[in-house]
C-alpha cells in the first residue's frame, strides 16, 4: 500500500502559527520573537512538516548531532542561526535535532513595506539555505546576535512608540548583515571543505561533459549540481562566490567556454556542432555567449589557431 503522504499546514499570520504551537498571542501582528528563557517553549511542537508566510530567524542553542556538507560528516554541538523564508517547507525528521530554540524572529513581509529592507531582504542567501547549512557562531559572534534579539525583545514589549518600528527595522537589517560577515567567515574557516566541494564539483562538470549528458540533458544547471554536491542552490552560488568570486552561474559558463575552446581548438567541428554537443539548443545561443565571455566570435577565436 502506498504510504499517504502528509501535506504541510499553512500558517497565515502569527496569531494562527502561534496558537498551533501552544505560544503566546504576538504583541504585534506582523512581528514576534519568541524567547525561550522567558519560558516560551518554541518548537517543541513544529517538527511536523508546515509553511510559514512569514520570514524565520531562528537561534538554536546547541546544533548536535553529524551534520552533513556535501560529501562530509561534521560534528557541531556549538549554537547556530538558521533561517527560512516566507513559503518554505519548514520541519522534518530530518532537520528536527531535538532542541528547541532560544529566540524564534518571525517576520510578516507587510512588516517591511516601505522599508528598503522589502527588497533588500531577498537578496540574502542563506534564507534559502537547507537546514544543515546552519550558520554556526563563535562565542563572541553569539553573543553580538543575541544582543540584537534583546533590542528587538525591548523593543516589541516596553517601548512601542513612534520610533518603534524604524528601530525594530534597523536592528533585523543589522542581524542580517552580521550573518552575511559570519557566513563569510564560516566559508573561509571551512576553506578544506569549500576546496573540496569545489574539487568535486569540477569533477561533476567534466563528467558531465566527458560523458556527453549535454546532449540529450542540455547546459548543467545549478539545481542539478548542486543535488550532486548534496548541498542547497544558494549554498553552491555563495560558496563559490567567496573562494572564486564567481556564482554558480558564472561557474557553469566558465566550464562552458573551456570546453568550446577546447573543441574549436582541437576538432574540425562546426560551431553549430560545438554548440549542440556542449548542450545548446541554438548555435546562435552559444556565439552570444562565447562573445560576450571572450571578446571574440567562435570562428574569430578558432581562426588565431590557424
Known sequence: MKKEETTPYNFHSLSEAARAFGLPEPQHPLITLLNAESNQRVENHSSQPHVLNFYKIAYK????????YGQHYYDFDEGGLLFAAPNQVIGSKEDN???????????HPDFLLTYPLAKKIKQYGFFSYSAN????????EKATIISIF????????????????????????????YANRFYRRQFI???????????????VLDDYFNN?????QGIPTVQYLSGQLNISPSYLS???????GRN?????????????KEKLSTTSLSVSEVAYELGFEHPQSFSKLFKTKTNQSPLEFRQSFN
Open 61 to 68: 542553542p546547541r546544533l548536535s548531532g553529524r551534520v552533513k
Open 97 to 107: 535535532q531535538g532542541v528547541c530554540s532560544s529566540y524564534t524572529l518571525l517576520i
Open 133 to 140: 547549512e546552519a550558520l554556526h557562531l563563535s562565542d563572541k
Open 150 to 177: 534583546n533590542i528587538i525583545d525591548e523593543e516589541l514589549n516596553s517601548r512601542i512608540d513612534d520610533f518603534s518600528h524604524d528601530v525594530i527595522i534597523s536592528q533585523i537589517e543589522l542581524l542580517l548583515n
Open 189 to 203: 574557516t571551512r576553506k578544506t571543505l569549500s576546496n573540496d566541494l569545489l574539487q568535486k564539483l569540477e569533477e
Open 212 to 216: 556527453e549528458r549535454s546532449i540529450s
Open 238 to 244: 555563495d560558496m563559490l562566490r567567496s573562494l572564486t
Open 248 to 260: 554558480a552561474q558564472h561557474h557553469i559558463h566558465h566550464k562552458l567556454i573551456e570546453k568550446a
